[in-house]
């Protein structure tokens, strides 16, 4: 079995920054694809952006040149830097792993972009 455990939410500015960490525990023998997902109330849950095990990295439209998805590999560990947030990124945000041929979830932190 995986855990996943995500950190780093909280409410900040527009404008402001945020960090979010997700790292897996447990009996890993390899992690291919990592990702993070929004879901906001009454919606389905959506990809933000992706990190594959080589490296490769995809975003959502609307975070592209803003935030940043990066891995430690030794470390099990998947980062979001996510910079100048807007109202609208406010979500609980979600990480996703393929570990050891089988997909994973965290329980979610949420993000409130508020003033």
């Known amino acids: 079995q995986v855990q996943l455990v995500e950190s780093g939410g909280g409410l900040v500015q527009p404008g402001g920054s945020l960090r979010l960490s997700c790292a897996a525990s447990?009996?890993?023998?390899?992690?291919?694809?990592i990702g993070w997902y929004r879901q906001a109330p009454g919606k389905p849950r959506e990809l933000v952006a992706g990190i594959t095990s080589g490296g490769i990295t995809n975003y959502a439209d609307y975070v592209k040149g803003r935030f940043t998805i990066s891995r430690d590999n030794a470390k099990n560990t998947v980062y979001l830097q996510m910079n100048s947030l807007k109202a609208e990124d406010t979500d609980v945000y979600y990480c996703?792993?393929?570990?050891?041929?089988?997909?994973?979830w965290g329980k979610g932190t949420p993000i409130t972009v508020s003033s």
């Open positions: 447990g009996r890993i023998f390899s992690i291919n694809d």
């Open positions: 996703n792993a393929v570990a050891n041929g089988m997909k994973y």
